[in-house]
């Protein structure tokens, strides 16, 4: 192992702060100046989070001996999600879950940090006191001491595994923008009625209120339909599944690769490309273009609806449509249950949903111009996917000092201090 790798309690990485809640009586302190980090904010996986939540000018004033700077690494020490690991980007405030480093950039590097305690995370957790709510405190969180190389290998290994997340970042970006430009042909064309042409076309009235004159007034059950085949995964144990699960979409990536073991229930078949809507809980908005790789066969959680298009209707249009806010909102508003957190969507009450229908050549224009947007957002998904498998193989080897870079020509110039 190349350098002195020493093993240092965290506090010696910079100092240690721990996060506090402004209280909710005073309204004043929120805004949209600063992030107010909280660990459901935070994931497993990424390294910037946004927050729900922003603080006012007042706000970060009023909090200013806990506020972090950017690149202060945010570790969650309280609860069943201790370990997730977060850096800030611009000056931000956690709640008292959070210990932060503020990192003493002299002698450490942000990034290795934020790479060391995602490593160390179940390591670290096994600190936590308390039976029925495990709690790191901020003591308990200074003293646990760590590998630690010297800072040219700090920087090195941050090098190798930030170049992974910056083109994973990049993607995730390009996703969204191209996600967005989508969502904003199907508003301009289909809500605000400014399709090609839309010109030379008067309003005139309808069943759903004003449409397009040659626009149909319709139902979500007229574009698309549903497709339910129960598929019993232990009816052959050996096999392995694509599962498009409430999990995999939340991790906003693939669908996993899971055994008939590891499935304890029915799930649907995903029989080509389809579009999942999520009948659980509609206020949390889950809507998946799935395209199977068609390596395995796909199933999806019995909690999804599995739809798909009606004649030549295209499948973009059925994504644009049940991916709309307002689409959304009517979801939400028409769901059933005993509690907010298990509520849901009836197939009856969606395919009755009233939508206008475009004439061929409008539904055909959108399908030509938003299909390579959404095929591009496929394929990103997959490169992210396998960008994600690269690092998480060389994060513990890297970060535990297996594999040497001390050695090695690896720019780091491009790193920030």
Not at 232 to 239: F, T
Not at 266 to 282: E, F, Q, T, W
């Amino acid at each position: 192992m190349g350098g002195e790798w020493v093993r240092r309690p965290l506090a010696e990485l910079g100092e240690i702060v721990t996060g506090t809640t402004p209280p909710s009586s005073e309204p004043a302190l929120f805004g949209q100046v600063h992030p107010f980090l909280t660990p459901s904010d935070m994931t497993y996986d990424a390294r910037h989070v946004a927050t729900e939540r922003f603080l006012s000018k007042e706000g970060g004033s009023r909090f200013d001996s806990r506020m972090l700077p950017a690149g202060s690494v945010s570790f969650v020490c309280i609860g069943a999600t201790i370990g997730k690991v977060a850096m800030t980007q611009v000056a931000t405030l956690t709640n008292q879950q959070i210990n932060s480093i503020v990192v003493d950039s002299e002698n450490h590097h942000p990034d290795f940090t934020y790479y060391l305690l995602r490593q160390y995370a179940p390591e670290i957790r096994q600190h936590a006191g308390g039976a029925a709510t495990p709690i790191l405190n901020k003591t308990a969180f200074s003293r646990i001491e760590l590998p630690i190389p010297p800072l040219p290998v700090q920087r090195k290994i941050a090098a190798v595994l930030l170049a992974y997340d910056v083109l994973i970042e990049n993607n995730l970006r390009r996703i969204e923008i191209l996600e967005e430009m989508a969502q904003a042909v199907y508003r301009e064309w289909f809500v605000n009625f400014r399709s090609p042409g839309h010109e030379d076309v008067p309003l005139v009235d309808s069943p759903i209120g004003p449409i397009p004159d040659g626009w149909d007034a319709a139902s979500f059950g007229d574009v698309a339909e549903n497709h339910r085949k129960i598929v019993n995964p232990w009816g052959s144990l050996e096999e392995e599944f694509d599962h498009f699960s409430f999990a995999a979409f939340d991790a906003g990536g693939l669908p996993s690769t899971e055994s008939a073991e590891t499935m304890k229930s029915g799930k649907l078949l995903v029989d080509g490309d389809s579009i999942l809507l999520a009948k659980l809980n509609p206020r949390i908005p889950r809507v998946w273009f799935a395209r199977p790789r068609g390596v395995r066969r796909s199933v999806a959680s019995s909690e999804f609806l599995v739809l798909t298009s009606r004649g030549d209707m295209p499948l973009e249009l059925v994504y644009a449509i049940a991916s709309d806010p307002s689409f959304q909102s009517k979801l939400a508003t028409m769901s059933g249950g005993t509690s907010t957190s298990h509520q849901r969507l009836k197939l009856t009450d969606l395919v009755q949903l009233p939508i206008p229908v475009a004439p061929a050549e409008v539904v055909q224009a959108f399908g030509d111009l938003t299909g390579p947007m959404y095929r591009l957002v496929s394929n990103l998904l997959v490169q992210n996917t396998n960008l994600r498998a690269t690092r998480d193989l060389l994060l513990p080897r890297l970060v535990s000092g297996d594999i040497d870079v001390s050695d090695l020509d690896i720019d780091t110039e491009w790193l920030a201090s």
